[in-house]
């Protein structure tokens, strides 16, 4: 099964050095895609076949495809750096495979074999290697992801599936250094609940969030944070990030992930190097009650939001229909900007990976 092998179809006529450069110099986040992509489709009865790594072109869908129904649909996120010897390297790429198989399984799809989607972002990365760019802070943005593509309306799992992975070059998230972030906190909506998708990494818990980020934004905020859907109390996630907090006795805590969180690499990481050094790290609920009387007594140092996309997301000030309050001086905190460099430093090759979490590609 793992065995399938790739046909390789070049791009006929690729884009010319000096206008790939020219989109390299501010790539942004999301905007610039590479020459290639990979597919495989799995028709039920057959399983997964015809695997490729082809030009990026559209895709032509059957009006009834079921995705554009019902939203049977999954997807990833993982980044391929450049290493100081001009190689590329993957960050733990497996616990993408892992979890990409998890949401399909939640989503009634057929899940890739692990072994697969490691081949293609291995081959995607390998193929458009000129994409990832040179300059401080960039990467290779790498986006698998997987359609319920049978065209057909009854409501039941799809019969057929085309998983794709695309590459687009992203820019320092932030130039300059990291700035910090004000979170709004939704009183009205939720991400997730327990039973439901919030751990699968599907496109519809993300449309299901656009209406509170929308807030946020009209409030002035940058991101919104979500409480539990159950008493409406307790800090799970932004609509893409995990949260952290560091409180004055040097430990570090984070929402549990019981089944509403999404199990973010980047948290599992930042876990691990913390308690590496020494720290105290806690999986613990938090209550937005406790999260302010902390901030304003002092007991609350520092919090952060964390993702592949930003990797460390300082947050300064959180506000809400009748809450307003800053944590810390409102800047990026110390540990939190030690523990972003840490990680990146491990990401980029330039410290040693004592977990192995590095895969270098070529
Ligand atoms: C992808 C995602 C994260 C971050 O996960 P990483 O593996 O660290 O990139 C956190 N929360 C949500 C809801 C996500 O979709």
């Known amino acids: 099964m793992t065995a399938l092998s790739f046909a390789i179809e070049e791009h006929p006529a690729p884009l010319a050095a000096n206008a790939r450069a020219e989109k390299l110099v501010s790539p942004g986040f999301g905007r610039v895609f590479t020459d290639h992509m990979v597919s495989i489709r799995y028709t039920e009865g057959e399983g997964w076949h015809d695997a490729k790594v082809t030009a990026r072109v559209p895709l032509m869908?059957?009006?009834?495809?079921?995705?554009l129904h019902y939203a049977q649909e999954i997807f990833e996120g993982l980044k391929a750096y450049r290493t100081p010897e001009g190689g590329a390297a993957l960050f733990r790429p497996e616990m993408n495979a892992r979890r990409f198989a998890d949401s399909a399984t939640r989503l009634a799809m057929a899940p890739l074999p692990e072994e697969l989607f490691l081949e293609s972002c291995r081959r995607l990365v390998s193929i458009d290697r000129d994409w990832i760019p040179e300059s401080e802070g960039g990467?290779?943005?790498?986006?698998p992801f997987m359609i319920a593509s049978e065209a057909f309306l009854g409501v039941k799992p799809s019969s057929e599936y085309l998983y794709l992975c695309i590459?687009?070059?992203v820019g320092a998230y932030f130039k300059g250094g990291p700035t910090s972030v004000t979170l709004w906190i939704s009183d009205e909506f939720t991400r997730s609940a327990p039973g439901g998708t919030g751990a699968a990494k599907c496109g519809g818990n993300y449309a299901a969030s656009l209406q509170a980020q929308a807030e946020a934004i009209r409030e002035g905020c940058d991101q919104v944070v979500f409480l539990d859907a159950v008493e409406r109390r307790w800090i799970e996630e932004l609509g893409g990030m995990n949260t952290f907090f560091v409180f004055d006795d040097g430990t570090l805590q984070t929402p549990p992930l019981g089944g509403t969180i999404l199990p973010g690499v980047t948290r599992d990481s930042l876990?691990?190097?913390?308690?590496?050094?020494?720290?105290?790290?806690?999986?613990?609920?938090y209550a937005i009650d406790q999260w302010?009387?902390?901030?304003?007594?002092?007991r609350l140092r520092e919090a952060f939001?964390?993702?592949?996309?930003?990797?460390?997301?300082p947050i300064g000030r959180v506000r809400g229909r009748d809450r307003d309050f800053t944590i810390g001086n409102g800047g990026p905190g110390l540990l939190t900007e030690q523990l972003r460099t840490q990680l990146t430093d491990i990401q980029r090759c330039t410290a040693p990976d004592p977990h192995g979490w590095v895969e270098r590609v070529f």
């Open 167 to 169: 590459a687009s070059s």
């Open 139 to 143: 990467s290779l943005y790498l986006r």
């Open 292 to 298: 302010e009387a902390d901030a304003r007594s002092g």
């Open 61 to 67: 869908l059957d009006p009834a495809t079921a995705v």
């Open 271 to 285: 876990l691990t190097l913390a308690a590496d050094q020494g720290m105290t790290v806690r999986e613990e609920p």
């Open 305 to 313: 939001a964390c993702g592949t996309a930003a990797v460390v997301t």
